[in-house]
């Protein structure tokens, strides 16, 4: 400790993988490797003290000629810092120990450093190993915080991916160059002559000698599910009730959630909720507005406050995710979701597909700056791609999102009661706003200028001012809005994640034309219509036929 504190190493710089394209050395070792159901929580422990460790490594840069200390990287394996107990090996027993289960990264770091002839500098065998982790003398290094360390020196720049899959450590070392052959190998501090580990077959969760002093009791329950919620929505809340079971954990923004889902019940699971963040949350978005600021970008950020409020709170043995889909990048940019298995609870597009739209949008109306106020960073876009891919199901009312992915099960929309009776007159045709171009207000206005037709518009300006000038325009909000009056809602919008008040139209005895993005199936039986995104012409035909076959139009005088 003394020489730590007289010649402290520096933690190192985080880099960026495009510089580092080259992969030099591989290690990937199995997390789950006991057999015994009774050894679970400690190999969950042990999952969770790697998820912290790799966390801590991951896309790190080591300079040239630079040391790599593993402890001086991760730090003090200790409970204030988020460590858990896992399975350590202390004076021929197998105990619980706080950041127990390290010594498998350790063992994975030196494997990629005799593969590389690497320059090691510190490293301390084992005396004795649990009856499940193989002897190999290429991977056996053990830790003791804070003087058994593992040390190493690189001749040339490295940058570490260290990370959890579902079931597996991988490490890697990156380099700008490719790896080349016939170096002179570094000493090695590995003896020549190697006698093998001892085997220990007990540990104190499957012994019987609760009378020793190491002995640590208590049994620790394993095998969780937690549901990470970013808003409540009907069609998943079904689906949290559903798959909720007794000891599970939620985590949802709002108290109020709970109240609406009849399992969200403390006394049969363990539900986390965050005041604080839906006023912080609601105050951001109301000053956002304010300030004429794109709000996608301030739902972006919070969603990464979020991300790491619940990952604070997740319980270790949680073994199962089902998440909402905002915070999919996030963590697993953190590493929170390495190590479990997990489902998504998708209603947007991918962000990366949802770009390319807008794009494409942004080609067709170039005087929009709605269209490119807002892109995500790169390392969201690939984030989320990685995540998705990685995911086990993927959960979506939305039947445009259902088509993409092979593992998505596709949930019905919660509809709104219908409501049964017939006024005399339907007169109003609606465009539920905002005006935006995303919504397709650029269609829709053209479409009114080459029909004649009068238009009732919910919602603000916030395309450009006057956008509707020259027009006969009416306006409404959805409160005063008299729905039963309505005979058209046109929506053609590039994408909608949440088409609520077209189902509460439709409820209402409304007629529906908008585009497949929207989400609700074509159906003319049923009174609804799709047209592509932008397009004028379809748009101003489907509303001409579609009136002229009630027999109600409505024009301008």
Known sequence: MAENALRPLPSLTTGVVEDFPYVLAESVSQLYTSTDSRERPLVLGKIQNLRLACSRIHHRVLGENEVFSLWRQIGAPW????FVRGREVREGCVIPTFGGGLCQLSGSMLEVILAMDLQLLERHAHTALPADVPSTARRDATLFWNYVDLCFRSPFPLLFDCFLSTTSLVVRLRGKQPRQNGGQPKPSLLPKTLSMPQKLEESCLTCAQDDCSRHVGGKIEAGKTAFLIDEFQPEFAELVDDRLKDGDQVLT?????????????????????FGAFCLYRSLALRWAVARHITVAKVHFQLAGILAKLYERH????VEHLIVGQTLIPHLWRSGALG????????????????EQQLNSAANLYPQSRTLVEFRAPHWFREAERQALNAARTIFTPHPQIATIHERSVCLPWKMPARQNAQPAERDLLVFLG??????????????????????TVLGHDLEERDFWRDLPVARSSARELPWERVHTVVQPALFESWPRQLLKAHAAGANLVISPGCGIEENHIDGIYHVPFGDADGLSATLITLLKSQGDLVCAE
């Open 253 to 273: 923004p709002s108290c109020s959630d709970s109240t609406r889902n009849k399992s969200f019940a403390p006394g049969n699971c363990d539900v986390h909720s």
């Open 314 to 317: 997740l319980d270790y043995q």
């Open 79 to 82: 409970r204030v810092r988020g």
């Open 434 to 455: 905002p005006t935006l171009a995303r919504k397709g207000a650029h269609a829709v206005r053209e479409a009114m200028r080459r029909t004649g037709l009068v238009l």
């Open 339 to 354: 190590g479990r298995t997990f489902d998504v609870l998708m209603q947007r597009l991918p962000v990366e597909s949802l």
